[in-house]
């Protein structure tokens, strides 16, 4: 009981003074945000008129949980199927901010002569607006509700993925010095297959058993159960080098699909303030005040920099992918800022060693004046609009005008199916299958050196030969996938056969026409196996079997295969039904 | 990002842990609690396969935040306004239940041969039962508005109470080794004292900056500033060297007056649960099972004990204090186990270094087989009752019956108004203002070297001279405390004269009944106020002034006084009526 007073005084001084903060600042009309922050350099280090704070690395880890907790309550508000909805405009807009502010902020860094790290890192505090932010700012001024405001949440859920993309390319970069196209490649690829995978298997497994537990109507049950799963999954992304922000944030948007969602939100929510007010706090703690008289000028830069660039970068992708220039307007105001992800971004600089230490206080100042400027900038989009709409030249007015008209005209009329609409299904499934497959091997591959060091001494009896071990690991991998592997060869199939049935036209190929089609139809999958084929070998080049082995391996696969064909169409089309009925489900209100 | 890997795998398997362990008890109909032991002592240092966990010290740290939320979670369900329903009975029964249980204990532990001070604390661990396990087992049966449930849950409250005491009491005797009745009415007082205070000035700032705060709607706002309350105040009272136990209970209590008791119910249940999930895994990670083995047969004896003992001591209260058999029975079979308290007070033992090693798992073990009876002992109440009443000899029953008829005779007709019922208000009132007066002056000694440290430069440029600093810190507790001391003077003045009244009696004074009443009444408080300043010099000693200077600064009060009587009368008024609103007000639903 009493040796941890040092925690407790510390924990007491961060919480009295972020409840003083945020009454304050409430009835000074500004974001809590700020106050925390704000709270934290009055508590930290830097400033008189004494050290508040004992076990600095106690508040860290707490604070540390806090980045979790917000990361997985953003998870929760993200959903595949709102994500779909908004869609093509969302994904221009976003890009055309990451991709505008990551060059603005590397120009302006290198126009400081800042090193080519810290410009780059720059760049990506600056892409990402916050999220946390809009949503305060949007539901204080009462405008959650309007179609621009789902818009936005929509640009917010795609700048996610992208950031979360970032945080794993800028590690790969942090560590080799560079950013080779190929390393970036595969980087992606990794990032997107584990996504896919993490998704998929999530999706089938969490709700599921979220479900049965929620069925005790219990909330502690419930809310044990959802932090096992939480944290479970943090550790697994966390082993496999990707940061916990990631782990979070995907266990949360698998929940998301869960029926319970709004019970989890409610649950999480004491937890994600409690902790994400001390997260905002150690962000105070660590900045130097008079870095930021030091950096004046850089800061003021930068601050015009991100409102200027957001609100022309993101209202242009807006504008070009088909919005009015009123929506432009208002979505370019309301991203106009940066927030938690740029702290997030700061800090693994910080921690990988690759950048200055000016660059943290900088964001964080860069981010309390954005913040204080969201709530104004929000309510200044319809003037603007429509002063500028006055000041407007006719003719460029016009021009402006045609351009939407363009656009609609490029539309299919609704319901009409394209060839595109009706191939995009199938190709996502087998992209999906794929991605499980390519997982299992490459999961078989990396866990070996795992089973062989563990089991070390019950293996080697049994299996002492090494070839023999890659061929009992390789063909368990091989056992496993054969649902996926059929699944993929099936729809590929069908894929053929469509795509004959278009592109082989009775007109030109005359008598021949069915019998081209099946020739497609029969090659095609085969030759994509080949395929599929090469592609697995490559990943699980360090468990592949001998060539003689892995004839025989894939001799006896084949009359398993023979055997249980029919046992792994069914389990696939269960599973498939399974995780369609997760997908469609709508939350208890 | 990257360098709490170490802790997020900790809490990954505690928390995953705690997921499975609580949905397979739930199915197997056992209280959750023990699952997060066993938890404890599968991830503990104790059991094969291998250590999981790393850095113990912070997952030891979050479980002492599980204490302070479930403390907090506690005094929040504690009511005055319910203690003073259930009032006598539940006091006679946890009396009689702690008294007998303790003594049991001790007796049991000197039985063994162990230590004096580890019987002692064998008896304080079993004296108190569990809130957490009785409140769930109560609800898991349906049976928590059943008025038997109600009078339990006051035994609960008064056994917090005296749990808090006890914890305080044993703190004093593991440090100086012993206990004279001196030292134990000293800190018995002084407990009394802080608890009080701390009640009146909470009741009267808390609940009203809480209601301020809450109008905002956010509830981020509210669990920030309850947090800063909370975690605030129990760093007060560690300061004043109690246990964190008692801060977070107390603070608990005074928001328990809060109109919005049940928003904050809401807000922590989901830190409670978290929290209270990783200390119960702290509990079995201290847990030796070996020593279980080694001791199973004092543990034997000792649930036997727990289980008997309890029945019999608090039935037995229940049933003097004015109850039916039935009750009795009932009441007894609920409180028949030991809980987190015992864990508390077994830690307390074991941090303190006064208690042997053993002591601790035989709690948690002791623990876990009487909360595994709880259910069934509940359930079988009535039966047994039933068995018991055949049983019994006529003559027996009759005794009983008679009991129960005479108890019922010796009640006044309610609403007769009596001499006790009259003056135990106006005694109350009293004894509160002087809390605050003691308290006033004791703080100011107790402030007295920090101010003088603190601030040595600029209090010893102004006041060099050791007396006249004494001056001005005693009479700014003097002024302080004046309206308190002016209540204290009309309450004794009414007091009297309602004395007078009643003792002296025209027939035997005759003429000179009101002269005499009113002598008395003048005499009396003046009197009094006599032993007011004799008890606040004691208190005060190390900062009352040389006589010279202290009569000229009661000299100078005196003056003050006459001016500033009636603003005096109007504070404390309106300090009373403020408190009594809040006190009264129903919480919102």
Known sequence: MHHGIGFIQDLAVVMALAGVVTVLFHRLKQPVVLGYIAAGVIIGPYTPPFQLIH????????????????????????????????????????????????????EIGSAFGWSKMDSLFLGAILAIS?????????????????????????????????????????????????????????????????????????ILVVPRALNYVAKSQSDEMLLVSVLGFCFAFCLLVVKLDYSIALGAFLIGAIMAESRHLHRIEHLIAPLRDAFSAIFFVTIGLMLNPTVLVDYAWPIAVITIAVILGK???CGLGTFLAGKDGRTAMRVGMTVSQIGEFSFIIA?????????????????????ALTTLFTPYLIRAADPLTRRVGHAMPRTVANVFGMYGQWLGSLRP??????????????????????????????????????????????????????????????????????????????KTKSLALLLAEISV???????????????????????????????????????????????AVLLCAALLLTVLWRWCVRIHATMQIALRETFEEQPDP
């Open 55 to 106: 076990d600095e690395q106690t508040i860290q880890t707490l604070g540390e949980l806090g980045v979790v907790f917000l990361m997985f309550s953003l998870g929760l508000e993200f959903s595949l199927r709102k994500l779909f909805k908004v869609g093509a405009t969302a994904v221009v807009a976003a890009l055309s901010e990451i991709v505008l502010m990551l060059w603005i902020g590397y």
């Open 505 to 551: 036209q009775p007109a030109k190929a005359g008598r021949f026409t069915s019998a081209i089609r099946y020739a497609i139809s029969d090659l095609v999958p085969v030759v994509s196996m080949l395929g599929v084929f090469l592609l697995v070998a490559a990943l699980s080049s360090t468990i592949l079997p001998p060539t003689g082995l892995l004839v």
């Open 413 to 490: 009329a609704s319901g009409e199916p394209t060839i595109f609409s009706l191939t995009r299904r199938i190709i996502l499934q087998i992209a999906v299958n794929l991605a499980i497959v390519a997982a299992i091997f490459l999961g078989a591959s990396y866990g070996a050196p795992y089973v062989t060091l563990y089991g070390s001494g019950f293996i080697e009896k049994w299996l002492p030969s090494e070839p023999m071990q890659r061929v009992v690991l390789w063909s368990g991998a091989l056992i496993v996938s054969m649902p996926f592997l059929v699944a993929v060869y099936r």
């Open 130 to 202: 916050s999220t946390t932010i809009i949503v305060k700012a949007l539901s204080e001024l009462g405008l959650k509700r309007e179609s621009f405001a789902q818009l936005v949440f929509g640009i917010l859920i795609v700048e996610d993925i992208l950031a979360i993309a970032m945080l794993v390319l800028l590690s790969g970069i942090a560590q080799t010095g560079e950013l080779s196209a190929g390393i970036a490649f595969v980087t992606l690829g990794k990032l997107l297959l584990f996504m896919t995978v993490s998704l998929v298997i999530g």
């Open 347 to 367: 800090s693994l600089g910080l921690t990988l060693k690759v950048t200055s230490a000016f660059l943290y206080p900088i964001a964080v100042a860069v981010s």
């Open 311 to 313: 609100i022309v970068s």
